[in-house]
């Protein structure tokens, strides 16, 4: 009987530790908060400029900051697709008149938006600006899930980006508006139990609380007790 219960003793440890071995073993990092929510933010952006052009050889002033936009994201990327369809980019304070940018210096190194010059010719300004309203609605990363692990405890969280905004490109002068459209998009991954701390790093307010798991304490040696008590029994009757 002694050699059944060694066994079975055996067993239940190997149970035990192979259920942790992925938390164990060497992982990806996971994106943090911030970048989980930059990557949402790009194809915010993308989508926001896709469809209807923006008026031919004319500077786009985007008044800053952006209503709802913590981080600055979507902005960001807003200014650095219009940079790669060279487009001049202005950025200008909230609630001034924007300035009339006809005449202004095309050189994409003054810009106030402080990306990189292009390579090759540089765009040029002609013509009166438009402006980009842009409003971001809603914006934040969230755990949305709790992801136990067998027999007990918790593996990891499932984590929700999401962004949702909308912009409004009209005649900075007049008024008209060109077109109007919103986007929403999200992203999920997973997030390992012993990661939260990190993808929480450089994330700014980004620190969502993690889920609460069900049960107490108590249940987890009832749990052992009762898997070891299990497999003991079902060795010593296999063995008669």
Same mark, same amino acid.
């Given at each position: 009987?002694?050699?059944?219960?060694?066994?079975?003793?055996?067993?239940?440890?190997?149970?035990?530790?192979t259920?942790?071995?992925?938390?164990?073993?060497?992982?990806e990092?996971?994106?943090?908060?911030?970048v989980?929510?930059?990557?949402?933010?790009?194809?915010?952006?993308?989508?926001?400029?896709?469809?209807e052009?923006?008026?031919?050889?004319?500077?786009?002033?985007?008044?800053?900051?952006?209503?709802?936009?913590?981080?600055?994201?979507?902005?960001?990327?807003?200014?650095?697709?219009?940079?790669?369809?060279?487009?001049?980019? &202005? *950025? =200008? !304070?909230?609630? /001034?008149t924007?300035?009339? +940018?006809?005449?202004?210096?095309? %050189?994409?190194?003054?810009?106030? #938006?402080?990306?990189?010059?292009?390579?090759?010719?540089?765009?040029?300004?002609?013509?009166?600006?438009?402006?980009?309203?842009?409003?971001?609605?809603?914006?934040?990363?969230?755990?949305v899930?709790r992801v136990?692990r067998?027999p007990f405890?918790?593996?990891?969280y499932? &984590? *929700? =980006? !999401?962004?949702? /905004?909308?912009?409004?490109? +009209?005649?900075?002068?007049?008024? %008209?508006?060109?077109?109007?459209? #919103?986007?929403?998009?999200?992203?999920?991954?997973f997030?390992?139990?012993?990661?939260?701390?990190?993808v929480?790093?450089?994330?700014?307010?980004?620190n969502?609380?993690?889920?609460?798991?069900?049960?107490?304490?108590?249940?987890?040696?009832?749990?052992?007790?009762?898997?070891?008590a299990?497999?003991?029994?079902?060795?010593?009757?296999?063995?008669?």
């Amino acid at each position: 009987m002694s050699d059944w219960l060694r066994r079975g003793a055996g067993v239940a440890a190997y149970l035990l530790l192979t259920s942790a071995a992925p938390a164990m073993a060497a992982h990806e990092l996971p994106m943090t908060h911030a970048v989980a929510l930059d990557s949402v933010a790009a194809e915010v952006a993308a989508d926001l400029m896709s469809g209807e052009p923006f008026p031919a050889r004319r500077p786009v002033v985007i008044p800053v900051p952006v209503p709802g936009d913590t981080l600055g994201l979507v902005t960001k990327h807003l200014v650095e697709g219009l940079r790669l369809r060279r487009i001049v980019v &202005r *950025l =200008a !304070a909230r609630g /001034a008149t924007s300035p009339d +940018l006809s005449s202004s210096n095309p %050189n994409p190194e003054s810009s106030e #938006s402080g990306a990189p010059p292009d390579s090759g010719s540089e765009p040029t300004a002609e013509g009166s600006p438009v402006r980009l309203d842009v409003q971001v609605d809603g914006s934040g990363v969230s755990y949305v899930r709790r992801v136990g692990r067998f027999p007990f405890g918790t593996k990891g969280y499932d &984590r *929700l =980006a !999401a962004i949702r /905004a909308n912009a409004t490109l +009209l005649d900075a002068k007049t008024g %008209n508006v060109f077109w109007a459209r #919103s986007s929403t998009k999200h992203a999920t991954d997973f997030v390992p139990k012993g990661d939260v701390q990190y993808v929480s790093s450089g994330s700014g307010k980004l620190n969502p609380p993690v889920p609460r798991g069900g049960g107490g304490r108590w249940l987890e040696p009832l749990i052992v007790v009762g898997v070891v008590a299990g497999l003991v029994v079902l060795f010593y009757s296999n063995s008669n």
